[in-house]
């Protein structure tokens, strides 16, 4: 069973910084692409930033200059460094990873959610 572990979210005044990290485990043979989503209360989901398995990176582009997304292979590890964090950054932050599982398919999957709440 494959499980997405997000961490790093929390309460931050305008300005500041947070880094996210999420960690993928269990029966995994390969990772293709992985990235960040948020999704902000009566808002549509948005895709903030991906990076593939070569590093190749792309951001939405609101957060391009302030975020930098980064991921370790060997960890099956994405991260996602936020920097002059805005109030309209405020949201839930939900990790992905577009993964084949031993015995599977090539699927994506999701972890939990982590809140990132800016303060003005």
């Known amino acids: 069973q494959v499980q997405l572990v997000e961490s790093g979210g929390g309460l931050v005044q305008a300005g500041g910084s947070l880094r996210l990290s999420c960690a993928a485990s269990?029966?995994?043979?390969?990772?293709?692409?992985m990235g960040w989503y948020r999704q902000a209360p009566g808002k549509q989901r948005e895709l903030v930033a991906t990076?593939?398995?070569?590093?190749?990176?792309n951001y939405l582009d609101s957060v391009k200059g302030r975020f930098t997304i980064s991921r370790v292979n060997a960890k099956n590890t994405v991260y996602l460094q936020m920097n002059s964090l805005k109030p309209e950054d405020t949201a839930v932050y939900l990790c992905y990873a577009d993964l084949l599982a031993l015995g599977r398919t090539w699927s994506d999957y999701w972890g939990q959610g982590t809140q990132v709440t800016v303060s003005s």
């Open positions: 269990g029966s995994i043979f390969s990772i293709n692409v």
């Open positions: 990076i593939t398995r070569d590093g190749s990176t």
